[in-house]
């Protein structure tokens, strides 16, 4: 019998609060806020069991203990959205063989919950119209049925698209498993389809199997907060820098299989927080905001409300730094946005060569994917900022602390902020 450790904030806080006052390494320091958040107590940093919850209170803890302020009553901006969670029972079986979620397979993240026994499987090709008309034709006698659908080794982006566009809507009549050479790979849905939708990779299925079914699913509407701490600069003028992370991650699929998330992005909050430890005491000009932001994985989402509803002037954000992606660095770092602020890049790598931080410095131009893009397009100046080399497991269930190098931990802090002295001074 499995016994679950419960996770304690407390005895995190009062065992970090310890090993500070003996002055950590950026690198350690890093390796404890990965490994805090990467863990299981916090359940993939998602919407079930409140992990996105505990993540926010945990790096409030860590704002205050770094001596940084509140920008308003408290280091809280509070907005909700809608998400599709997986809380309960998961279960697929093929016969008796019980599948291994995030091993052998996953749900959709829009996927129905419900639960079926010994159904047997209607193999169909979305693109034969017959397959289609004859499945519409049977539509309100077919039982017991699971749909069986291989996904096509070459389809385009559009081609993909309209392909799953179509799989969504038999699913709205009939459970789907989808056949699939691709990696598992998860992700976070705002709404869902009326039955359950399973993706197997790597095992052999067969229309004279029989399929077992249970799927625990909610769509429900969540409280998720922005984490902001203020750096208070010597400008009168209030002028701001910003650096950002988003902590969330896909959180947990069904009571047994949860996303660590420690590259994404656990280790973009470390770095984050790390560099606020750097600047500290180090007076500047402009004041700098530190902002963890929720809801990343959903679309943006905590970076949308923040410029949306800014509680500072967005004409008053003179950079954007957001770390995203920071667990490695073996390789180098892609800069994003680059191409677009030319000025600030060459000074970077101009930094770079004399501190020889990391090998490679690549230049990349605008991209929506990541929490950097809502200010890039209300025209404040940003740079997204990921590294390279390393593991390469992302949103799966191998993106743990304990296989995330960190290579570059340290020398990444020092040319950051020394990135941010120049900003401060330009």
Request: glycine letters at 8%; proline letters at 3%; a negative charge.
């Amino acid at each position: 019998m499995k016994t679950k450790i419960k996770f304690n904030h407390s005895s995190f806080f009062v065992l970090y609060l310890f090993f500070f006052s003996i002055s950590i390494s950026a690198q350690d320091y890093q390796r404890y806020i990965v490994d805090t958040l990467a863990s299981s107590g916090m359940d993939g940093r998602g919407y079930v069991n409140d992990g996105s919850g505990k993540a926010a209170a945990f790096i409030a803890q860590q704002f205050d203990s770094l001596g940084l302020s509140v920008l308003k009553e408290n280091y809280y901006q509070e907005f909700n959205f809608y998400v599709n969670t997986f809380p309960g029972k998961l279960e697929l079986k093929i016969n008796e063989r019980v599948l291994t979620p995030g091993v052998n397979y996953l749900v959709d993240p829009m996927s129905g919950g419900g639960k079926g026994k010994d159904f047997t499987l209607k193999t169909i090709n979305v693109f034969k119209r017959k397959d289609l008309q004859k499945l519409n034709d049977e539509l309100y006698t077919l039982s017991e049925v699971v749909l069986l659908i291989e996904m096509p080794d070459t389809l385009g982006r559009k081609g993909r698209a309209m392909f799953m566009q179509t799989v969504h809507l038999l699913c709205e009549q009939w459970p789907v498993i989808l056949l699939s050479d691709e990696k598992l790979t998860w992700g976070v849905a705002q709404n869902a389809l009326g039955n359950p939708l399973f993706i197997i990779n790597g095992v052999s299925v067969s229309k004279r199997d029989n399929i077992s079914f249970h799927v625990e699913q909610k769509l429900e509407k969540v409280q998720e907060k922005n984490v902001i701490a203020l750096k208070k600069g010597n400008n009168r003028s209030e002028r701001y820098l910003i650096v950002s992370a988003h902590y969330d991650h896909l959180g947990r699929m069904g009571n047994e299989t949860y996303f660590p998330g420690a590259n994404d992005n656990a280790s973009g909050v470390a770095e984050m927080l790390s560099i606020a430890n750097s600047l500290k005491n180090v007076e500047t000009d402009h004041s700098i905001l530190f902002i963890a932001f929720a809801g990343e994985e959903a679309g943006l989402k905590g970076s949308e409300y923040f410029v949306g509803h800014p509680l500072i002037p967005l004409d008053s954000i003179d950079f954007v730094l957001n770390l995203d992606l920071s667990g490695t660095g073996g390789e180098g770092i892609t800069v994003v946005n680059a191409t677009v602020y030319q000025k600030e890049f060459n000074e970077l790598v101009q930094l770079n060569d004399s501190i020889k931080a990391v090998v490679d410095i690549k230049k990349r131009g605008p991209t929506s994917n990541s929490d950097h893009y809502p200010f890039y397009k209300k025209g404040v100046p940003s740079f997204f900022i990921y590294t390279r080399g390393g593991i390469k497991a992302y949103h799966d269930i191998y993106d743990k602390a304990e296989t995330l190098p960190l290579t570059k931990a340290e020398d990444l802090v020092e040319l950051y902020t020394e990135f941010l002295l120049y900003l401060d001074k330009k």
